[in-house]
């Protein structure tokens, strides 16, 4: 007697190991975002300690001039990085395309500002109060939004 495996043995381990790489992918695949996410956070956290020093040196916020093409806005990069003293270059985003950015926004007498990104693992917006800004340069609406005292 000859012992093989069957075509209906064979089509099932082939699908139940298709199934567990699939859920593998999906898996890994969440934890991409989410670790972007939490790059885009800290890029936050620091953007947002160079302001608080920027400010106490200045006594303002830098104001903020939208520049197509640089993330943050131009203004802020020019007030930030040359001297190297409050950042050496400003972060730019983990992800690899424009559809996601980063997005700064001050008053007018620079005494309040808006660091703001897109975060892929969550919908949740901003305060509506801030209009939930878009993301510069690209059209993407920011959901997470940090001001001098936290998030918003």
């Known amino acids: 007697m000859q012992k093989a495996f069957t075509l209906i043995e064979i089509l099932v381990v082939v699908t139940i190991i298709g199934l567990l790489a699939l859920a593998g992918l999906v898996s890994y695949s969440q934890f991409m975002k989410q670790s972007r996410d939490a ?15 920027y400010r106490s040196v200045n006594n303002a916020y830098p104001t903020s001039i939208p520049i197509t093409g640089l993330p943050w806005g131009g203004d802020l990069v020019d007030q930030l990085v040359p001297t190297g003293i409050y950042m050496k270059k400003i972060p730019t985003d983990p992800h690899s395309n424009d559809d996601y950015s980063y997005y ?45 005292y936290g998030q918003l």
Not at 39 to 53: C, F, G, N, Q, Y
Not at 129 to 143: D, H, I
């Open 104 to 148: 700064y926004s001050t008053d007018a007498n620079g005494t309040t500002y808006t660091l703001g990104a897109h975060f892929e693992s969550t919908t949740s917006g901003c305060s509506p109060a801030l209009s939930s800004p878009s993301c510069q340069p690209a059209a993407a609406v920011c959901n997470y939004c940090m001001g001098p």
């Open 39 to 53: 790059r885009r956070k800290a890029d936050i956290e620091l953007v947002r300690s160079a302001l608080e020093m």
